[in-house]
């Protein structure tokens, strides 16, 4: 199912463990926000055509961070398209660390492929007509990252937080001290919706990210009192 979230903005929704895939169509070059799993391509590749885009019309993707339900099907774009991912996902992605990844367990049929290139904070992503900033929210993954685009206020947040605040599960290479710096930096945007990777779109973005961020505090709380309960069993 596709929805279209701002003139020339499309979501397309996947049902779990598949996590949802963006389109940018922009003024010359067109972007996809993570693709999802493998074995959702046919699905992907039917929607895109509903829109009239072929799959070698895809020239940009760039993927929220490394785990399989958002990467999946990014082998069949690979020969045409530029990959983008922040370079703490980029290398895992590289070195094919399935234990962060999760790809062989969670979408046996992916392909390898490489990002081409490692993004930084604060990287610019000019496509004529939207702008996005790509900014580092480690937490869920050491190499998370949400795109902002700044004049239309939104924010493409793959699993860093969902709607209603809802925080994703901390994995690998992930912890809830940078977690929480990471909703706390996001607490400080404009945003105007929530376009998160999996759930809803959300009209109510910045009262989401403060009750994911009260989440995560309540969360690095219990987890703080069990180690020190842990600890005290051990003495």
Not at 44 to 52: K, P, R, V, W
Not at 93 to 99: N, T
Not at 172 to 195: A, F, H, P, Q, W
Request: proline share 4%; aromatic share 10%; hydrophobic share 40%.
């Amino acid at each position: 199912m596709k929805k279209e979230v701002m003139p020339g903005i499309f979501q397309f929704r996947a049902e779990k463990p598949g996590g949802h895939v963006y389109l940018v169509k922009g003024r010359h070059k067109n972007m996809l926000i993570d693709t999802g799993l493998a074995a959702n391509y046919p699905k992907l590749e039917a929607s895109m055509l509903e829109l009239g885009l072929r799959p070698s019309d895809i020239h940009f993707i760039v993927l929220t961070h490394e785990h399989f339900d958002h990467i999946g099907a990014t082998s069949f774009f690979y020969e045409h398209a530029v990959v983008a991912a922040h370079r703490l996902a980029a290398n895992k992605i590289e070195l094919q660390d399935d234990f962060v990844t999760m790809v062989k367990s969670g979408d046996a049929t992916a392909a390898p492929f490489f990002a081409d290139v490692w993004l930084e904070n604060d990287t610019m992503i000019d496509l004529g007509n939207y702008r996005f900033r790509a900014l580092h929210t480690p937490g869920h993954t050491s190499g998370c990252i949400c795109l902002y685009e700044p004049y239309e206020g939104l924010l493409f947040t793959g699993d860093t937080v969902f709607a209603g605040g809802a925080l994703s599960g901390i994995f690998g290479s992930g912890n809830i001290s940078d977690y929480m710096n990471s909703l706390e930096r996001l607490s400080t945007l404009r945003v105007t919706k929530l376009c998160p990777g999996h759930g809803w779109l959300s009209d109510s973005p910045e009262e989401d990210i403060v009750r994911g961020l009260e989440h995560a505090r309540s969360l690095f709380e219990d987890t703080k009192m069990l180690f020190e309960a842990l600890i005290k069993r051990g003495e």
